[in-house]
């Protein structure tokens, strides 16, 4: 793929998550919000609309070869978006701070100026969210254990 055809791309992927994060100004308070927040306040369709729209970010670094390690960053975020933005009340006002479009295309950026220093970058994330996960796992395993031998012991005292 051309650079040139890159710079477009990446051209129109910055207007669109301006769009989408921060493209329009708030009167009297210091505070820029995008579509997403707007479109977020239909509940369940909302969120699922800006994450549909926001998927175009993630094709995109695809098409211009990010590493597997940055897809799945730029994916993270639009799922972080997503099931943030879900919670009623609460997630609009977190949609209006996370900005994941804006995120994602900084991560896209990044890896396409210097795709090595990206890419370790990238590692540690995925090593971070693969603990996260783990702990997650362990979490849920001793809530279990927890609940069965509380269930155990509610049905030995009847």
Same mark, same amino acid.
């Given at each position: 793929?051309?650079?040139?055809? =890159?710079?477009?791309? !990446?051209? %129109?992927?910055?207007? $669109?998550? %301006? &769009?989408? @994060?921060?493209?329009?100004?708030?009167?009297?308070?210091?505070?820029?919000?995008?579509?997403?927040? #707007?479109?977020?306040?239909?509940?369940?369709?909302?969120?699922?609309?800006?994450?549909? !729209?926001?998927? &175009? #970010?993630?094709?995109?670094?695809?098409?211009?070869?990010?590493?597997?390690a940055t897809l799945?960053? #730029? $994916?993270?975020?639009?799922?972080? @978006?997503?099931?943030?933005?879900?919670?009623?009340?609460?997630? @609009?006002? $977190?949609?209006?701070?996370?900005? =994941?479009?804006?995120?994602?295309?900084?991560? !896209?950026?990044? %890896?396409?100026? @210097?795709?090595?220093?990206?890419?370790?970058?990238?590692?540690?994330? /995925?090593?971070?969210? +693969?603990?996260?996960?783990? !702990?997650? +796992? =362990?979490? /849920?395993?001793v809530a279990g254990?927890?609940?069965?031998?509380?269930?155990? %012991? &509610?049905?030995?005292?009847?």
């Amino acid at each position: 793929m051309s650079s040139g055809n =890159a710079a477009v791309r !990446l051209r %129109h992927l910055r207007r $669109f998550a %301006h &769009w989408m @994060d921060d493209g329009i100004k708030l009167p009297w308070i210091p505070l820029r919000v995008g579509l997403d927040p #707007i479109i977020g306040l239909v509940p369940g369709l909302g969120d699922a609309a800006g994450a549909i !729209l926001a998927a &175009w #970010i993630l094709v995109e670094a695809g098409r211009l070869r990010a590493s597997r390690a940055t897809l799945v960053r #730029i $994916f993270s975020n639009i799922a972080v @978006d997503a099931l943030g933005g879900a919670i009623p009340l609460l997630g @609009d006002v $977190f949609d209006v701070v996370w900005k =994941a479009n804006l995120r994602n295309v900084a991560l !896209l950026e990044r %890896h396409l100026a @210097d795709p090595a220093r990206a890419r370790t970058a990238d590692r540690r994330f /995925v090593a971070l969210l +693969c603990g996260a996960v783990l !702990l997650l +796992c =362990a979490a /849920v395993g001793v809530a279990g254990a927890l609940l069965v031998a509380a269930l155990i %012991h &509610w049905v030995a005292g009847r």
